[in-house]
């Protein structure tokens, strides 16, 4: 069966540093794959989707993510970290909606 | 736009009681699902439907029951409430398979079993 692993429970980045939270998948073929945010006490929001075609993708708030198919990654990058980005990430896989254990992110002032 | 809409925000219960947590949505998405969320552990999927009358089991279905007698609906069942149910319940929506498929989330249900 498909999974996902997110190897990093919590990262704490300086605001204006860049950031790079990683993903890892197992599937037999190249899944559909998503990260997502959450804020807290909030639901989640989808921040970026791959499907096939170009292997770097952008979302929204200026995130961006990469599929490494030999690496079986694909791992959510920011280049300037703002303090509101600070909650919790979430990269899931395929069409039942498999999540990591997710990557809690602060933001050092 | 509601989106997929849950209901109780919040909500107590006694060990061995029962409830209902609700589920809509008004996006005419066919699939659905239903996670906890535990501390550190993130989301699990708990049931899932791809329509209406079809229901499938997730990573932790036990001690929880669903029913998709509508297209909008997908309601989960606790029958005998226990501690180990304390969490974070997620209700969400997507379309079919297909580039297009982005789940949406509903705002959540903190359950608490005491």
């Known amino acids: 069966a498909q999974s996902v692993t997110q190897p990093d429970i919590h990262i704490t980045v300086s605001e204006g540093a860049s950031l790079e939270l990683r993903c890892n998948y197992s599937?037999?073929?190249?899944?559909?794959l998503f990260w997502y945010v959450q804020s807290p006490g909030q639901g989640l929001q989808l921040l970026l989707k791959?499907?096939?075609?170009?292997?770097l993708v952008q979302g929204i708030k200026g995130f961006e993510a990469e599929f490494k198919r030999s690496q079986s990654s694909f791992n959510l990058r920011k280049p300037s970290v703002h303090w509101s980005d600070a909650a919790e990430y979430f990269c899931?896989?395929?069409?039942?909606?498999?999540f990591g254990a997710g990557t809690r992110l602060t933001v050092k002032p | 736009n509601a989106g997929v809409t849950q209901t109780p925000k919040f909500r107590i219960l006694k060990i061995g009681q029962s409830m209902t947590l609700q589920c809509t949505q008004d996006m005419n998405h066919n699939y659905m699902y239903w996670y906890r969320q535990d501390p550190g552990m993130g989301l699990k999927l708990i049931y899932y439907s791809v329509g209406a009358g079809i229901t499938d089991k997730g990573e932790v279905p036990n001690g929880y029951n669903v029913s998709r007698s509508t297209t909008e609906d997908f309601p989960l069942r606790l029958e005998l409430a226990a501690p180990s149910q304390t969490s974070v319940y997620f209700c969400?929506?997507?379309?079919?398979?297909?580039?297009?498929?982005?789940?949406?989330f509903g705002q959540g249900t903190r359950l608490t079993v005491v």
């Open positions: 599937y037999g073929a190249t899944p559909y």
């Open positions: 899931a896989v395929d069409n039942d909606m498999r």
């Open positions: 969400a929506s997507s379309q079919l398979k297909g580039p297009n498929t982005e789940a949406f």
């Open positions: 791959y499907f096939s075609g170009d292997t």
